[in-house]
T-cell receptor, first 118, second 115 residues
Framework: DTGVSQDPRHKITKRGQNVTFRCDPI?????LYWYRQTLGQGPEFLTY????????KSRLLSDRFSAERPKGSFSTLEIQRTEQGDSAMYLC????????????????FGEGSRLTVL | LAKTTQPISMDSYEGQEVNITCSHN???????ITWYQQFPSQGPRFIIQ???TKVTNEVASLFIPADRKSSTLSLPRVSLSDTAVYYC????????????????FGGGTRVLVKP
């Protein structure tokens, strides 16, 4: 257990429905990331938050995707009008730049939320 | 962005040492080398990170030659539970720069440890 929790762990939905995933990072981490991973591939970066500010977004993040981190703590990733190509594992990670606390900037990943779009 | 190349898969036996070499020919001066491990249905887990020479922790060793164009992750005396995918990543010091969009995982190396 890395301390990063994601919910739900599994989600099956029909094409065209909206889904929302939640990530609770390690509490003292100021950075939060979302990645997407399909079978047999490495994780692909989607977006990054520094506290509550969304600072980076990948071109993979289409208009149907939106992510928030309203109070700089938990984050949500919403996918609207899901498509079959959205089926993947959605991974959340957090990190800290606080060297005094022993961090080296490494990412701590949650166990992911697996999405299946029928 | 420094691209990395690593073997697709490797087989080993319990008790052996496993060495995975990653090529990163166009690594930049500010780039660090980081390795992650991923088990099925879990998120990746940080193993080790280095800039040059040798780094060792309780899990693995990382060897980086002087030209830094490659690196080798060494797993001593592997067990069945070390069967996983291992990713080599190259990017700016993640503590200083939140390089999320530059952490390209690639396909990784699938290590299978046999009894």
């Amino acid at each position: 257990d890395t301390g990063v929790s994601q919910d739900p762990r599994h989600k099956i939905t029909k094409r065209g429905q909206n889904v929302t995933f939640r990530c609770d990072p390690i509490s003292e981490h100021n950075r939060l990331y979302w990645y997407r991973q399909t079978l047999g591939q490495g994780p692909e970066f989607l977006t990054y938050f520094q506290n509550e500010a969304q600072l980076e977004k990948s071109r993979l993040l289409s208009d149907r995707f939106s992510a928030e981190r309203p109070k700089g703590s938990f984050s949500t990733l919403e996918i609207q009008r899901t498509e079959q190509g959205d089926s993947a594992m959605y991974l959340c990670a957090s990190s800290s730049d606080n060297k005094a606390a022993g961090y080296a900037g490494e990412l701590f990943f949650g166990e992911g939320s697996r999405l299946t779009v029928l | 962005l420094a691209k990395t190349t690593q073997p697709i898969s490797m087989d080993s036996y319990e008790g052996q040492e496993v060495n995975i070499t990653c090529s990163h020919n166009n690594i930049a001066t500010n780039d660090y080398i980081t390795w992650y491990q991923q088990f099925p249905s879990q998120g990746p887990r940080f193993i080790i990170q280095g800039y040059k020479t040798k780094v060792t922790n309780e899990v693995a060793s990382l060897f980086i030659p002087a030209d830094r164009k490659s690196s080798t992750l060494s797993l001593p005396r592997v067990s069945l539970s070390d069967t996983a995918v291992y990713y080599c990543l190259v990017g700016e010091n993640p503590r200083i720069k939140a390089a999320g969009n530059k952490l390209t995982f690639g396909g990784g190396t699938r290590v299978l440890v046999k009894p």
